[in-house]
């Protein structure tokens, strides 16, 4: 087989796959041929010039580098196992690069058509990234959604618990507080009846003067007299005295007059139960007997028995005042109408001592 037969290209089939791609290892496979070629380029022109005058060895040089020259191709071809195509392309480096270009068009134009089997690789990883992100992302959205789940359950139980508590408290509360009104009410009830208003009238002392001799003569007074008060009595006669029988044991002894008054004082009207005293509240502050009074004021609380105690004024509400007694620092809550009626009296504790009253001046001189 000739040396030209060898290096020829061998037709490429119909449906032939495309030549394949070059790496930089036929690279130096084809350097180290062309040095092959030199050498034997050389070793023959040593040989032209030693028998330059020998034309007849001339012919046989040439048959001898033919020779050569094939023997090496064939010994490439046996150490490397190339192909016919490989071998015409070591020898036309120009269609090798012609082939390059050619293989990178083939390339781009699958790359565009999505049919190059390392874009198709590529898109395959990436999508198996994206859907296992997906899924990551999916199971952490279903772990924060239980977990907020739980987190509400718990928070709508501790604010249901904490309001059934409120709730309950709130209840007692009340409860205890009108518990507290209802006794309360309950004293001053029992109050007003054991020092309400007797049924005995007394009579009103008046004085009469000697009429001077010059004077007229008095005109009797004609103008209606008050109607007196009916009682309208719910209960038996039975029932009405031993009431009273009972107000009578209960009703403490008049104290006796002082000895210091003097003997000839104008007669006033006996001091009643049924007298009243002007109460109010007003912006804070109580009115009671001409005097105000504030919060924690110092003050002396009087009872119809007589008991006197220290206390200061805790608040002044509006319809009633709170004072503590300095003794036990218990709470007492006085209403306006025990005020007025005279249940309680109400002193100022700084002034008691140097506070001279006039006997002449106030029905309540004896008490003083």
Not at 103 to 108: E, G, P, T, V
Not at 125 to 149: C, G, M, P, S, W
Not at 198 to 203: D, G, L
Not at 334 to 356: A, D, N
Request: net charge negative; hydrophobic share 30%.
């Amino acid at each position: 087989m000739s040396a030209a037969g060898l290096l020829a290209p061998a037709p490429a089939p119909a449906g032939a796959p495309p030549a394949p791609e070059y790496y930089p290892e036929e690279d130096e496979e084809l350097e180290s041929a062309e040095d092959d070629e030199r050498s034997c380029r050389g070793r023959e022109s040593d040989e032209d010039t030693e028998d330059a005058s020998e034309t007849d060895l001339a012919k046989h040089d040439e048959e001898d580098y033919v020779e050569m020259k094939e023997q090496s191709y064939l010994q490439m071809v046996h150490d490397h196992h190339l192909d016919s195509v490989t071998l015409f392309t070591l020898w036309n480096p120009k269609g090798m690069y012609q082939d390059k270009l050619a293989s990178l068009k083939r390339q781009l134009q699958q790359l565009q058509e999505g049919t190059l089997q390392e874009y198709q690789k590529r898109m395959k990883k990436l999508d198996q990234q994206y859907k296992e992100r997906i899924r990551n992302a999916e199971l952490f959205l279903q772990l924060e959604t239980e977990q907020v789940e739980r987190n509400y359950i718990k928070e709508k139980k501790a604010a249901v618990k904490e309001f059934e508590d409120k709730k309950v408290e709130l209840k007692e509360n009340l409860i205890a507080e009108l518990e507290e009104k209802k006794k309360m009410i309950e004293n001053e009830k029992l109050t007003m009846e054991l020092t309400g208003d007797s049924m005995e009238v007394k009579p009103i002392m008046t004085r009469k003067l000697r009429r001077r001799p010059n004077d007229p003569v008095p005109i009797p007074d004609k103008r209606r007299k008050p109607a007196p008060a009916q009682l309208n009595y719910l209960l038996t006669d039975e029932q009405i005295m031993e009431d009273l029988r009972t107000l009578n044991k209960l009703k403490s002894p008049k104290r006796p007059a002082s000895p210091s008054s003097p003997e000839h004082l104008p007669a006033t009207p006996a001091e009643s139960p049924a007298q009243r005293f002007e109460a109010r509240i007003e912006d804070g502050k109580l009115y009671y007997d001409k005097r105000w009074y504030h919060k924690s004021q110092a003050i002396y609380l009087e009872s119809k028995d007589n008991q006197k105690l220290s206390c200061v004024i805790s608040s002044v509400g509006a319809n009633e005042i709170w004072v503590r007694k300095t003794s036990d620092s218990t709470k007492m809550r006085i209403y306006l109408g025990q005020l007025q009626r005279g249940l309680f009296v109400i002193r100022r504790r700084e002034c008691e001592q140097h506070l001279q009253i006039d006997p002449l001046e106030s029905p309540r001189a004896s008490e003083s």
